[in-house]
């Protein structure tokens, strides 16, 4: 229910539709079946809905369209004292609607803004803890959406696997800054720690619930999970891996290669997208790996 409701409020187009949809239903129905009786709650909800849908436009045009909805009402229901002033408390009342409605949305939109905000922040946190992958999280969140935008996901599915893009590595700052920062090759025993760094940032923000129902806590903890079931930290296979987990970790992995690391220098975009597809079925969904090599067939000859 509550990932209905964002859906539907990261999408106001749908409350101006229904606005007019609204006021079109309820005029068919005043003159055939509901006659007189009835049609007031359609007047409210077209108020609530114009509210909403209309939030972002100055209050002269929120007044304009409250004066339509209840000229509509005045002349469609026809009372015994239809006079002036009971025309402006009508006019007062569904104004109210208008505005109150505007306002929550204008709250829900600001709360959505400032939770982006945040995530950037926690992401920012990492990068400037850690020079070499600067600027690697947003990198990675911009991959991971234009994935999701070529699959048709949904808007706020979208929005949702850039936020866990740009979380995905949060666990390491957990990670001590010799192993995090060490230019050689890791020991057996510093890989194993490096591999903490998705359960650390799981245990970091498990508490926030809105990361757990929007699939974000999932990219943090399986962003390294492999397709063949060899990656960790739960060694899930296949379609069992959460699909933001598969889409972020197949921009996590091409970044990381194409970025200059301290333990290694970039390699061109050709090299990687090769081994990108060198380990389709193997590290990677293979549905996902032809639809982001896809991304790159007008841009890959020129980086060539």
């Known amino acids: 229910m509550i990932r209905i409701s964002k859906l539907l409020f990261n999408h106001p187009s749908y409350f101006r539709y229904g606005f007019f949809i609204i006021m ?44 339509v909805l209840v000229s509509c009402r005045y002349f ?13 408390i009508h006019f007062c009342n569904y104004f109210l609607s208008f505005f109150i409605s505007a306002s929550l949305m204008k709250s829900f939109i600001r709360v959505e803004k400032q939770n982006l905000e945040l995530t950037e ?42 936020l866990g893009g740009l979380l995905h590595d949060i666990g390491k700052i957990g990670i001590p800054e010799d192993i995090l920062k060490k230019p050689g090759k890791l020991t057996k025993r510093e890989l194993e720690v490096i591999k903490t760094h998705p359960t650390i940032g799981y245990e970091m923000i498990k508490h926030v619930s809105s990361f757990n129902r929007n699939g974000v806590l999932d990219i943090v903890l399986y962003h390294h999970e492999r397709y063949d079931g060899k990656g960790y930290p739960k060694g899930l296979k296949g379609d069992n891996i959460p699909l933001v987990a598969r889409i972020v970790g197949i921009a996590d ?40 090599l896809s991304l790159f067939e007008k841009v890959e000859p020129d980086q060539k």
Request: proline residues 2%.
């Open 121 to 162: 922040a926690l992401s920012n946190a990492l990068d400037y803890r850690d020079t070499y992958t600067q600027h690697h999280s947003e990198n990675v969140a911009k991959y991971a959406i234009e994935i999701a935008k070529k699959m048709k996901l949904p808007k706020n599915v979208c929005e949702d696997i850039y």
């Open 24 to 67: 079109i239903v309820s005029s068919i129905l005043h003159y055939t079946i509901l006659k007189d009786n009835g049609v007031y709650l359609f007047y409210s909800l077209a108020a609530i809905f114009g509210g909403i849908g209309f939030y972002h436009k100055s209050i002269w045009f929120l007044l304009f369209l409250n004066l």
């Open 76 to 88: 469609q229901i026809p009372e015994q004292s239809q006079t002036f002033l009971v025309f402006m």
């Open 253 to 292: 992995t091409f970044d990381a290669m194409t970025s200059n690391r301290i333990y290694k220098s970039q390699v061109n975009v050709e090299y990687a997208l090769n081994e990108i597809r060198s380990n389709k079925g193997k590290q990677f969904d293979p549905e996902l790996v032809d639809i982001f």
